[in-house]
């Protein structure tokens, strides 16, 4: 069984150019979540979706920021005219449920890159 | 705010010993979990202990809990070089969708040879 997957691991964007991200959850998965870690930082959540709803974007930029997990494929978390200031790494997690005792399992990751 | 804040921030020994990382929060959890991050790479899930738990192993792994004084604990015993990494406790948002964890800045845990 596969674990969560995200790509690229890599993102090098310039200035004021679209980003996206991409996360496909572990199989049987229909619970997905974003978070941010900045350098030397913790993470900080961002968006929780289950498949074509949002459950949660409490911790979402109001601007420029959006997310979705279609029924089909990945989910995608899109970030538009990109600033240096979303230089961070964007961590993407699942789970098979939501509620108080569920686990979430992590991806290796996408590093995005502003210049 | 921080709900989960770990102590200390950085943590180094040598091989063999025990470590052992603290972590406090604010308000009421249903849950309380601990990650390891290697330098550069994803989140790994360690261990979840409930609220209603107050210990729970895993290999050597310890964690205890004690919501009274809204605080937790991560024991490596016997320590080794693979387990130098960050260490992250998360709890659930109090009030919140119930799915999204909030994490603290983490201990970065450094195992001499």
């Known amino acids: 069984n596969a674990g969560v997957m995200q790509n690229p691991r890599h993102l090098v964007r310039r200035r004021g150019q679209e980003a996206r991200l991409r996360c496909s959850p572990m199989k049987g998965h229909s619970h997905v979540y974003w978070y941010r870690q900045l350098p030397e930082e913790g993470l900080k959540f961002m968006v929780y979706?289950?498949?074509?709803?949002?459950?949660?974007e409490s911790g979402m930029p109001k601007e420029r920021f959006s997310a979705e997990f279609p029924k089909e494929g990945p989910s995608i978390l899109r970030i538009q005219q990109v600033v240096r200031g979303d230089s961070a790494a964007y961590f993407c997690a699942s789970s098979p449920g939501s509620g108080l005792l569920r686990e979430q399992y992590f991806g290796p990751g996408t590093r995005l890159t502003v210049t | 705010s921080q709900q989960g804040e770990e102590d200390p921030q950085a943590l180094s020994i040598q091989e063999g010993e025990n470590a052992t990382m603290n972590c406090s929060y604010k308000?009421?959890?249903?849950?309380l979990q601990w990650y390891r991050q290697n330098s550069g790479r994803g989140l790994v899930h360690l261990i979840l202990i409930r609220s209603n738990e107050r210990e729970k192993h895993s290999g050597r792994l310890r964690v205890t809990l004690d919501t009274s004084k809204k605080s937790s604990s991560l024991l490596i015993t016997a320590s080794r070089a693979a387990d130098t990494a960050s260490y992250f406790c998360a709890t659930d948002a109090p009030g919140g969708s119930q799915g999204n964890l909030i994490f603290g800045k983490g201990t970065k845990l450094s195992v001499k040879p």
């Open positions: 979706l289950q498949k074509e709803n949002i459950i949660d």
């Open positions: 308000t009421s959890i249903n849950n």
